[in-house]
């Protein structure tokens, strides 16, 4: 977990090694050399991310599969910046509402389906953050 912004830009250079590493561990015949799932969420999205760290979230948003991963944006539904990336990552990200009960049309099946989050309790919560916040 990381809880400052100075550190954004060296955890996703580690991740755009890894796919890059993948890739040419594919292409070499070697085949996969240590694919797992993994789930990168990018809170508060986009501010506070350079246009650096901007440009390896849209290679991770593109090439991220190769490694397992997935990609989760925290943000506001408006706040998408003019900077290109970001403005593309709104444009085909699937935006759900964190208040819940909206109406959600998939477009892969384009069938409509209705997005409720899972809320904790107030223990769990604290458990789950204190569990996140040590590492």
Do not use: K
């Not at 015949?29 to 789930?39: H, K, L, N």
């Amino acid at each position: 977990m990381i809880a400052d912004h100075s550190a954004i830009t060296a955890r996703l250079t580690s991740l755009v090694a890894a796919v890059d590493t993948e890739a040419l561990a594919r292409e070499s015949g070697m085949g996969d050399v240590g694919s797992s799932v993994r789930v990168l969420v990018l809170g508060d999205f986009p501010h506070g991310y350079s246009s650096e760290d901007m440009a390896m979230v849209g290679y991770l948003a593109e090439e991220g599969n190769t490694i397992g991963l997935s990609i989760l944006l925290v943000g506001e539904s408006g706040s998408a910046s003019m900077e290109p990336t970001s403005a593309r990552l709104a444009d085909v990200c699937l935006h759900l509402s964190a208040i819940g009960d909206d109406e959600v049309h998939d477009p892969w099946t384009g069938t409509a389906w209705r997005f409720e989050p899972d809320r904790l309790d107030p223990a769990s919560q604290a458990h789950v953050l204190a569990h996140f916040g040590r590492r």
